[in-house]
Structures are given as structure tokens and as C-alpha cells.
């Protein structure tokens, strides 16, 4: 999630690069095809171990086109590792859809420190932005600010949310197939986006009225 792929990224208006926060077009494709490719197999094949072969050999070159252009590896070394661990769970169990399992305990945890962070008053998104913003903490000395981060960290606890209650019931009844395409669509995508909104909506106020009158005038 945030900063494990990817760093927050400013465009020169001051705003967020969602293109590059999330790893640019290759780190989005990194992160989606593998798993993506994985149901797409075994919904063709109903095959399990051709459709882990598939996903982990796509990491494995991933990787390899990495190295020959000599870019940096962490986020493929990363999204390996992560399908090596989904691959796992799926073998073990022999069952399709346990290759989705990490991710839901990924989510899980990311929710329940989300959560916690706002509960004591320290939102972690306030940590995050504040840091990009040249903030540093003080904003938790001004209401506001710490109302506006609160609220900007319960929308990306909505993404872990939402990801949670409409694929932990596809997993427990089976909707394989399904389970593949909501974990695509619902990954990359709808983080960028709430990431998006939470960034918008923890603007200080005078950013906002500058973008508001920006708006007007174009």
C-alpha cells in the first residue's frame, strides 16, 4: 500500500502524479497482469498448476526486463515475492481461490492500523501528506488540518474496506473467476483513486479556494 511499491509523487502544480505514485504504467502492469493472468489460466485450463506457472514465470520476467535496462528492482523484487506467497497458499491448499488469501490478511492489516492511527489522533495519511507538504507534524496542532487528515485517512480505510466486503464473500462461496477480477480491478485502480480524493480533500484551505478559483477562470 502506501510507500511499499511506490513513493508519492507531485506533479508540477503541486498536485499528486497518480501515474507515477503508483509505479508508472510498468508498475501498474507489475502489479495487475500476474494475478491477472493466474484466473485467466485456470478459468481456461482449470488447470492450477499451469495457471501458477503462468503468474510466476510473468514475475520472473518482469524482473529480468528490469535488469537488462538496469532500473531500479524493488517493485518487481516486491510484487515476486508477493506472488511467490500467493502461489504458496494456493499450492498448498490445491484450491484456486487461497491465492487470494495474503491480500485479504494484507488488507486486513492495513485497515486495522488505518484505523488505529485515527483513533489516537496521529491519521497516518496526515503523516504521510504532511511529510510531502513540508508540514511535518505541526498540522496536529491546528483543528482543521487534523480534521481534514482524519477525514483523508477514513476514505483510504474505505478502499481497504470495500475490498474486504465485496471479495472475502466471492472467496467464501466459491466465485473463483470473479474473485480474480475484483481483486484486479479493485487493487491499483481504486487505491489510485481514493488515494486521489484523499489528497484532495486534505488540501490546506487556502490550495483549495486556489484551485476552486483556478477552475472558475478556465
Same mark, same amino acid.
Given at each position: 500500500m502506501i510507500g511499499a511499491n511506490s513513493k508519492i509523487s507531485?506533479?508540477?502544480?503541486?498536485?499528486?502524479?497518480l501515474l507515477s505514485t503508483v509505479g508508472g504504467v510498468?508498475?501498474?502492469? =507489475?502489479?495487475?497482469?500476474?494475478?491477472?493472468?493466474?484466473?485467466?489460466?485456470?478459468?481456461?485450463?482449470?488447470?492450477l498448476g499451469w495457471a501458477l506457472i503462468t503468474s510466476i514465470s510473468?514475475?520472473?520476467?518482469?524482473?529480468?526486463?528490469r535488469l537488462a535496462r538496469r532500473s531500479s528492482l524493488i517493485q518487481s523484487a516486491s510484487g515476486l515475492i508477493g506472488i511467490l506467497i500467493c502461489a504458496f497458499a494456493a499450492r498448498h491448499s490445491g484450491n484456486a481461490k487461497d491465492y487470494y488469501i495474503p491480500g485479504f490478511y494484507t488488507s486486513g492489516a492495513y485497515l486495522?492500523?488505518?484505523i488505529i492511527s485515527v483513533v489516537i489522533r496521529w491519521p497516518l495519511i496526515g503523516l504521510l501528506f504532511g511529510f510531502i507538504r513540508n508540514e511535518g507534524v505541526e498540522w496536529r496542532k491546528k483543528a482543521d488540518r487534523l480534521?481534514?487528515?482524519q477525514i483523508a485517512t477514513w476514505v483510504v480505510i474505505g478502499v481497504f474496506a470495500a475490498?474486504?466486503?465485496? !471479495?472475502?464473500?466471492?472467496y467464501y462461496t466459491d466465485h473463483v473467476v470473479a474473485l480474480g477480477l475484483a481483486r484486479a480491478l479493485m487493487g491499483v485502480p481504486l487505491y489510485a483513486a481514493g488515494l486521489?480524493?484523499?489528497?484532495?480533500?486534505?488540501?490546506?484551505?487556502?490550495?483549495a479556494t486556489?484551485?476552486? !478559483? =483556478?477552475s472558475t477562470e478556465s
Open positions: 507531485q506533479n508540477a502544480d503541486g498536485g499528486i502524479d510498468r508498475g501498474i502492469l =507489475e502489479t495487475v497482469v500476474p494475478g491477472f493472468l493466474f484466473i485467466m489460466v485456470f478459468a481456461l485450463t482449470s488447470n510473468l514475475g520472473v520476467l518482469f524482473m529480468v526486463v486495522l492500523g488505518l480534521r481534514r487528515y475490498r474486504l466486503a465485496v !471479495q472475502l464473500p466471492m486521489w480524493f484523499a489528497w484532495l480533500l486534505s488540501k490546506p484551505a487556502a490550495d486556489t484551485s476552486v !478559483q =483556478e
